[in-house]
């Protein structure tokens, strides 16, 4: 199976900063990697798909980028409404495998 | 407007049964391939389960693979989730998506407890 090794598990963070969040895929997965936004009693959101594509209705300061093996997600000037998990996933084959997700707090 | 709801959770004892459905409308369903993903409380997201757009081809992780089966009514666009010999680790919330998860369902709680 594949793996999607994330980092970091947790993050502190302050309003205004620039966050990126990383998997790292075990073997070659293209650009098949969704990331996910997910806040508490809630259901994932699709945020960006195939590795770089921003999902409808997704501010632009949310963006996803790939290099080699390594997949991230960084959102500029973080607003409040950002600290929330975000999850990763590759669907390139099955079994589809999703990153052990990255806790958002708030300094 | 994309929905999808969940039902059919529960309490259930270790080894015994119990199947999710999942009502879908406002989209074409027999043209999507459908997931069922879960999350243990407090823990990450696990795919459980696809389904190909007319039921032929299934896919599973191990950890389910023979005790869980996922299939399809495309005449009710529903989707179900048949989950046997449940183990205490399956307690989880269950979600419906489309297998692109571009649209989720809000989940069904699903605990295996004596």
């Known amino acids: 199976d594949i793996q999607m090794t994330q980092s970091p598990s947790s993050m502190s963070v302050s309003l205004g900063d620039t966050v990126t969040i990383t998997c790292r895929a075990s073997q070659d997965v293209g650009i098949y990697v969704n990331w996910f936004q997910q806040k508490p009693g809630k259901s994932p959101r699709r945020m960006i798909y195939?590795?770089?594509n921003l999902a409808d209705g997704v501010p632009s300061r949310f963006s996803g980028s790939r290099s080699g093996s390594d997949y991230s997600l960084t959102i500029s000037s973080l607003e409040s409404e950002d600290v929330a998990d975000y999850h990763c996933l590759q669907y390139d084959e099955y079994p589809h495998t999703f990153g052990a997700g990255t806790k958002l707090e708030l300094k | 407007e994309v929905q999808l709801v969940e039902s059919g959770g529960g309490l259930v004892q270790p080894g015994r049964s119990l199947k999710l459905s999942c009502a879908a409308s406002g989209f074409t369903f027999s043209n999507y391939y459908m997931a069922w993903v879960r999350q243990a409380p407090k823990k990450g997201l696990e795919w459980v389960a696809t389904?190909?757009?007319?039921?032929?081809?299934?896919y599973y992780p191990d950890s389910v693979k023979g005790r869980f089966t996922i299939s399809r009514d495309n005449a009710k666009s529903s989707l179900y989730l048949q989950m046997n010999s449940l183990k205490s680790e399956d307690t989880a919330t269950y979600y419906c998506a489309r297998d692109n998860s571009d649209y989720w369902g809000q989940g069904v709680m699903v605990t295996v407890s004596s």
């Open positions: 389904i190909s757009t007319s039921g032929s081809r299934t």
């Open positions: 195939r590795a770089t």
